[in-house]
C-alpha cells in the first residue's frame, strides 16, 4: 500500500486542522492504521490508532480529548482532525500502515506516508 498524508500546515494556538491520509494499493480495510509524528529535534512519537473497520480507536494521553482518528474504506481515507493545538504540537505527522493489529510501536508498521509539516504559532 502506498500513503499520501496532507493538510499540514500553520495554525495558531487554539485552532484546529484537519490531516487526511489516502492509500492505494491492495484492500485499504486490510489494515491497521496509525498516526504518528516527530517534533523537530526529537523522536517520533505515537499519536492514535484505528482498527481495520473502524470500530476501535486508541489515543496517546498527550492528545486525547483534543485529536480524533477516523477512517473511510470506501474512499481509501483516515483522518485525524486535531482540535485546541498548542505549540507543542508541531511537529511532521505521518500516517501509518500496518497488516497486524495495530499498536502504539512505530516498528509494528510496514507502510508509511512521507509526513506533513504542521506549524502551531502561540
Known amino acids: 500500500v502506498q500513503l499520501q498524508a496532507s493538510g499540514g500546515g500553520l495554525v495558531q494556538a487554539g485552532g484546529s486542522l484537519r490531516l487526511s491520509c489516502a492509500a492505494s494499493?491492495?484492500?485499504?480495510?486490510?489494515?491497521?492504521m496509525g498516526w504518528f509524528r516527530q517534533p523537530p529535534g526529537k523522536e517520533r512519537e505515537f499519536l492514535a490508532l484505528?482498527?481495520?473497520?473502524?470500530?476501535?480507536?486508541y489515543y496517546a494521553d498527550s492528545v486525547k480529548g483534543r485529536f480524533t482518528i477516523s477512517r473511510d474504506n470506501a474512499k481509501n481515507t483516515v483522518d485525524l482532525l486535531m482540535s485546541s493545538l498548542k505549540p507543542e504540537d508541531t511537529a511532521v505527522y505521518y500516517c501509518?500502515?500496518?497488516?497486524?493489529?495495530?499498536?502504539?510501536?512505530?516498528?509494528?508498521?510496514?507502510?508509511w506516508g512521507q509526513g506533513t509539516n504542521l506549524t502551531v504559532s502561540s
Open positions: 484505528i482498527s481495520r473497520s473502524g470500530t476501535d480507536t
Open positions: 494499493g491492495r484492500t485499504f480495510s486490510s489494515y491497521g
Open positions: 501509518a500502515a500496518t497488516l497486524r493489529s495495530p499498536t502504539t510501536l512505530s516498528a509494528e508498521y510496514q507502510y
